[in-house]
């Protein structure tokens, strides 16, 4: 076909280690169970070999290139590879006829198109006519959202499936299969702590690409000696290999104990206390020991509502902002809205009202747990349920001159229970001027 494959067998140890580690079956692919797990349905159409135009879309490293090596290892069909950055349009009708010719005779053409969101709208919309018709089965691949980078006449003919970005745990698994495996160091006596394998997962932030290159330069930098008792060659990879290769420090943290759980207190109870230099310095902390963006925005957001509250509305606000902006550009970019919502959570007023309130709340509902809704806050959808008062003494708000209706809102057992107890910092004086005022009113027109 005139192709060059990426897939082209070559035992030659030259090869880069994530060349020669790329996994060749399921057994040996880590991560991206939600597709390749046992009975999932990409799993599935490749083992039986019925794989229909679809692309893959994720960051770099995940496996998109490696899922289109196992379906080209396991299909009977004629499977060709195209690079985006070298083939022209010439290429693809050549090929294209090509497949042509074979579903003449009943064979199958699977085309697979690395970085397909490189290729412009001409160079797509030359695989349209083919894959409409049935003469390839199209599979690309892509780290850009398809919705934006391909033709949408050809994107409605695939499906897409999202990879997802591998966790620690899962680079670590692809680190020591690295240093077991022959086809890595398994052939050499290699050590290597879990604490370095650990800083390196971390390091490669989801990438299994970046993870193998670097282990290979830690492994090329670090101390070649010979064993003693019987002179064998023994390779020790050292922190500090880690951080002559990767130019970052390694700092004393584990994601999954107990320093995880101190850093993250020490944040929350330096906003809390307002010390907004030290909150800056414990987000870096976990940033640069490798703490997933995400989770940090997550406890942000949590504390803007559990220690800031109504005392500054504000604050939950931009906290969200920041997790949406974790959300959508990562590390290392997003390290500054972080950084924005730290600061301006540990400045703001604080209330914890928001927590004291649900908390007592919480406790009267677990005990009082089958107490009924008062029958005039009840909905009434149907004949029957107005035949039984539900809905029956309901005041619609809006209606009344004062916008509050003289109704009871709490069951009987409950009535009288105040859970909002106002702070005096920030805005929430206003709150509770407000909150006051309408007690009063209550009090005024309660029912006789």
């Known amino acids: 076909m005139g192709q060059l494959s990426i897939f082209d067998t070559d035992t030659n140890d030259n090869q880069p280690l994530a060349a020669r580690m790329r996994p060749r079956n399921f057994d040996e ?51 060709i ?27 199958r053409t699977i085309v697979f198109v690395d970085e397909i969101h490189r290729f412009n709208k001409a160079q797509q919309d030359a695989f349209l006519p083919f ?21 949408g006449a050809l994107l409605s003919r695939c499906k897409v499936f999202v990879l997802h970005q591998l966790s620690p745990e899962d680079i670590a698994q692809l680190i020591r299969n690295a240093l077991s495996d022959p086809r890595g160091f398994g052939g050499q006596d290699l050590r290597m702590s879990d604490d370095v394998i650990n800083a390196l997962a971390s390091f490669a932030n989801g990438d299994a690409r970046t993870a193998l290159s670097t282990l290979e330069m830690m492994v090329l930098n670090a101390d070649h000696s010979s064993d003693p008792a019987d002179g064998h060659e023994v390779i020790t990879v050292t922190t500090e290999d880690f951080e002559q290769c990767t130019s970052r420090k390694s700092l004393l943290y ?8 101190n850093l993250i207190s020490a944040l929350h109870k330096s906003m809390r206390n307002s010390d907004a230099d030290a ?24 504390f803007a509502a559990e220690d800031v509250g109504l005392a500054d509305p504000r604050a939950l606000e931009l906290s969200v902002a920041a997790f949406q902006a974790c959300h959508l550009i990562g590390m290392p970019e997003c390290s500054v809205h972080l950084t924005e919502a730290v600061i301006y959570n540990a400045l703001a007023p604080k209330s914890n009202a928001m927590e004291v309130a649900y908390m007592q709340a919480a406790r009267d509902a677990n005990e009082h747990i089958a ?39 709490l069951p009987e057992n409950l009535r009288g229970r105040e859970y909002y107890h106002p702070g005096s910092q920030g805005f929430e004086p206003r709150f509770k001027e407000r909150y006051e005022a309408i007690k009063k009113w209550r009090e005024e027109h309660k029912k006789k």
Not at 379 to 406: F, Q, S, V
Request: proline share 4%.
């Open 29 to 79: 692919f880590v991560g991206q169970q939600h597709l390749v797990g046992e009975g999932k349905v990409l799993r599935n159409l490749i083992e039986r070999d019925s794989v229909s135009s679809m692309i893959f879309w994720g960051p770099p490293g995940v496996g998109k290139t490696t899922l289109a090596q196992i379906i080209a290892a396991r299909t009977d069909a004629q499977f």
């Open 81 to 107: 590879t195209f690079s985006a950055v070298t083939s022209g349009i010439k290429d693809i009708k050549t090929v294209m006829q090509q497949a042509d010719k074979m579903t003449a005779i009943g064979a």
């Open 131 to 151: 894959v409409e018709k049935g003469s390839i089965v199209l599979i690309g691949a892509t780290t850009e959202n398809p919705s934006f980078e391909v033709n």
């Open 254 to 261: 584990d994601k999954q104990g107990e320093e995880h759980y």
């Open 279 to 302: 909150a800056v310095y414990w987000l870096a902390r976990m940033l640069e020991s490798g703490e997933d963006a995400m989770y940090i925005a997550r406890r942000v957001t949590r």
């Open 371 to 409: 107490e009924p809704v008062p029958l005039q806050i009840r909905n009434a959808p149907t004949k029957l349920m107005k035949e039984l008062d539900y809905g029956k003494g309901y005041i619609y708000a809006h209606d009344t001159e004062d916008k509050i209706a003289d109704m009871e809102c």
